[in-house]
């Protein structure tokens, strides 16, 4: 009897143990399949992200406004460099081809309110870099954001330098800045002077200029540098941007104190309005503008062939020495011409031109963390990235403003209905003709 409990007491604790035995090695093997799992998860999180998702930049501009021609420019640049990356580069090498998605932000043109945009589209991540905003009372107002999301932003055309003086880490300023935009306009003049057998010094100089940070940055250079050089301004004007709808009484005060030059530093609305005015009284004193409005497609649509002969500074033309002598920049040249109908202005250039220097930034490191972009970005210049020299100046931003400390101002006149580069000869591509009969001068 015991030995029969004793084999049955066996033959139990046998089973148990088998049991025992199968439900460790199913345990085990359930454990090993999931760590295969979580290790392939693992391995495919390692994996370069598809070449289907697109590495984002936002372009900030003013789309809607009183200056929605300039984020006009933006945009098309923005498209123009989306089909460049994408079809003719091949998108991010260094990241498997992923593409490029330039979405355009507006900011609208009110510097009040403009940050209310931007602050919203960071918040929800996934930008790489911001291109703009090219209006520098709008700019000023990113820098505290850029700072507090943490991404690097590349101006385009933004021309006051007070930009990259305010201790922002996260900002890049590539375009001239009006400080040397006065100097060149001046020094285009007293040549100017000298083609009308003129001294420069004899002739009655008049600055206008609209009032909010570009144009007030315009007329403090203007107004330092003319007394430097002993010049005559004898008028001195400024007018409120958002309520300036008649410059009659304005022009009619240039042309009572006989004002040889005009020095207009103004937007697209305001130089329609200051050019109607001055031919309803037969008003034609010399233009040299200040950039901006002077040197875009619109103001040949808003004057039409009246446009030929006046003459601007900026910090972009089209036909510039760097623009022509680059291929893969003519390449985009020629697309935006034939897209869009029209050159590549002040606006879109620089704003393209920002656009491939960010690009490059992100090809060359191979990664899209904003903060590795921002620090790639300080280490190139015109001897390491073309897209630097198609700028005028070799220069690179510097380590502690984001300022590019090379680029140089250049002077445009508008000929045949188009703006071409006649100033300073190192960066010229045409000739000065005489506004009056759109010839050459003789001397």
């Known amino acids: ?47 370069p992200v598809s070449s289907k998702e697109p590495v984002k930049f936002l372009a900030y501009a003013c789309i809607t406004g009183n200056n929605a021609e300039s984020g006009r420019q933006v945009t098309m640049a923005a498209e123009t460099a989306e089909w460049y990356i994408n079809e003719k580069l091949g998108g991010f090498k260094s990241l498997g081809g992923r593409p490029i998605k330039i979405e355009v932000l507006d900011s609208t043109s009110d510097a009040a309110t403009a940050s209310l945009p931007l602050e919203r589209a960071l918040s929800s991540g996934g930008y790489t870099a911001v291109i703009g905003n090219s209006t520098s009372s709008i700019a000023l107002t990113m820098l505290p954001i ?5 991404i690097p932003a590349i101006t385009g055309a933004a021309a006051n330098k007070a930009v990259t003086e305010q201790g922002c880490s996260f900002v890049f300023q590539p375009a001239a800045t009006s400080s040397s935009f006065i100097p060149t306009q001046l020094d285009f003049l007293e040549e100017f002077a000298t083609k009308l057998g003129k001294n420069v010094k004899d002739l009655k100089l008049g600055l206008i200029y609209a009032n909010d940070a570009w144009g007030t940055d315009q007329a403090k250079n203007t107004r330092e540098q003319v007394k430097a050089r002993g010049l005559n301004l004898v008028l001195d004007e400024s007018y409120e941007i958002n309520s300036f709808t008649d410059a009659s009484p304005l022009i009619t005060k240039f042309r009572n104190a006989g004002v040889d ?11 329609k309005l200051i050019f109607t005015a001055m031919k309803s009284l037969n008003y034609s004193p010399l233009i040299v503008g200040g950039g901006a409005a002077m040197t875009w497609p619109s103001l040949y649509k808003d004057l039409g062939d009246d446009v030929n002969g006046i003459t601007s500074v900026d910090s972009w033309c ?35 031109v920002s656009i491939m220097l960010a690009y490059q930034a992100v090809e060359n490191i191979g990664d899209t963390d904003p903060v590795k972009v921002r620090d790639e970005l300080r280490r190139l210049n015109s001897d ?60």
Request: aromatic content about 12%; proline content about 4%; charged content about 20%.
């Open 384 to 443: 390491n990235t073309e897209w630097f020299r198609v700028l005028n100046g070799y220069g690179d931003f510097d380590d502690v403003t984001g300022l590019n400390t090379g680029s140089r101002a250049v002077m445009m006149q508008w000929q045949n209905g188009k703006p071409h580069c006649i100033f300073p000869e190192e960066f010229a591509t045409s000739q000065l003709l005489n506004p009056e009969t759109m010839e050459p001068y003789d001397n």
């Open 146 to 150: 850029l700072e507090k999301y943490e």
């Open 318 to 352: 089209w036909n510039q020495k760097g623009a022509l002598n680059n291929e893969k920049w003519m390449e985009m040249n020629n697309y935006y011409e034939e897209t869009y109908g029209e050159f590549i202005a002040g606006q879109s250039g620089p704003t393209l």
């Open 1 to 47: 009897m015991f030995k029969r409990r004793l084999a049955l007491f066996l033959a139990m604790v046998m089973i148990v143990l088998t049991f025992a035995g199968c439900g460790s090695s199913t345990s085990n093997t359930s454990t090993t399949v999931e760590n295969q799992v979580a290790e392939k998860e693992v391995e495919d999180s390692k994996e």
């Open 261 to 271: 030059v005009i020095l207009p530093s103004s937007y697209p609305n305001d130089i």
